[in-house]
């Protein structure tokens, strides 16, 4: 494997560190869940298509404010996902373990290299949008921790101001319940929480034909 590509924190550009965890989009290893519905080669594509369509809010959203992105991956190297996304990108090989683990190590990371604000996405959510994640920067600047529920009971965004690692463990990971867990969790050990719209990701084949879209606010 390649070694990995970085830009690092400093006080020349930002503070704000933007994570996206996605994965290079090979045929029979991307979006697997809906290969019975697309077979390989579509749902590669799809996948394609929609970590395009959220690199270019996130570019959008760095015309709003200075935010440094890295790109978590899994297959591929950092040479293909650079030549895929693009050179203005920091680019890491995802962490091994479950999700939890993978999230808490890039949380600490990019806190441990500077950063104050740190959010994390994936690449399954069409309705994301830059004014949605400036809208959650700017949440982190009043609240410990900022979250994005997914329609199926996950979140499809997570941002803190510190790091928390008691959020990524104890966490019944791809069920309906990882939003409700995340928030008793965060409530018990006194994080202050923003919430932002209610989205829909994309992951089965029902996704793939949903519903009038759902955003609403949490109070």
Partial sequence: MSNPVILSLTSENTSNCLIIFTRYPEPGKAKTRLIPALGAEGAAALHRQMAEQTLTEVRHLQKLRPVVVEVRFSGGDCAQMQAWLGDDLSYYPQHSGDLGDRLSQAFQSAFDRGAKSVITIGTDCPDLSASILAIAFEKLQTHDLVLGAATDGGYYLIGLRHF??????????????????????????????????TLSDVDRPEDLNPKPGKR???E
């Fill in 164 to 197: 928390v690692s008691d959020l990524f463990f104890g966490i019944a990971w791809s069920t309906s319940i990882v939003f409700q867990q995340t928030v008793a969790i965060a409530e018990k050990i006194g994080c202050s929480i923003a919430y932002l719209p």
């Fill in 216 to 218: 609403e606010e949490r």
